[in-house]
């Protein structure tokens, strides 16, 4: 059983950073994969960007290419997403979740998940 809890959410001016942290009860162990997406009302949750534990390697959604970046502390268990230029349609409820296997992070099919945090962007 792997658990996430995410933090670093908040209400931020449009052109402005926020640093989203994903706190993983173990990470490179029982991990293949962090995914972080996002969700708002009425629309489709989106994938937008992964983590894989075993060689690092990152994928980004086109929606954030270049304006937000995955990275990690294994000594910390941690996985941040690190969001800058911030526009008002990036605010959504954010999720973390992880995948233990190759098909499971392949699909976005996650097996873990954790409760959200709220990002806001005002314009």
């Known amino acids: 059983q792997v658990q996430l809890v995410e933090s670093g959410g908040g209400s931020v001016q449009a052109g402005g950073s926020l640093r989203l942290s994903c706190e993983t009860s173990?990470?490179?162990?029982?991990?293949?994969?962090v995914g972080w997406l996002r969700q708002t009302p009425g629309k489709e949750r989106e994938r937008i960007g992964t983590h894989y534990s075993r060689d690092g390697e990152i994928g980004y959604a086109g929606s954030v290419k270049g304006r937000f970046t995955i990275s990690q502390d294994n000594a910390k268990n941690t996985v941040y997403l690190q969001m800058s230029s911030l526009k008002p349609e990036d605010t959504a409820m954010y999720y973390c979740?992880?995948?233990?296997?190759?098909?499971?992070?392949?699909?976005?099919?996650?097996?873990?998940w954790g409760q959200g945090t709220q990002v806001t962007v005002s314009s």
């Open positions: 979740a992880a995948g233990t296997n190759i098909v499971q992070c392949t699909r976005g099919d996650f097996a873990y």
């Open positions: 173990e990470y490179t162990t029982n991990t293949y994969c």
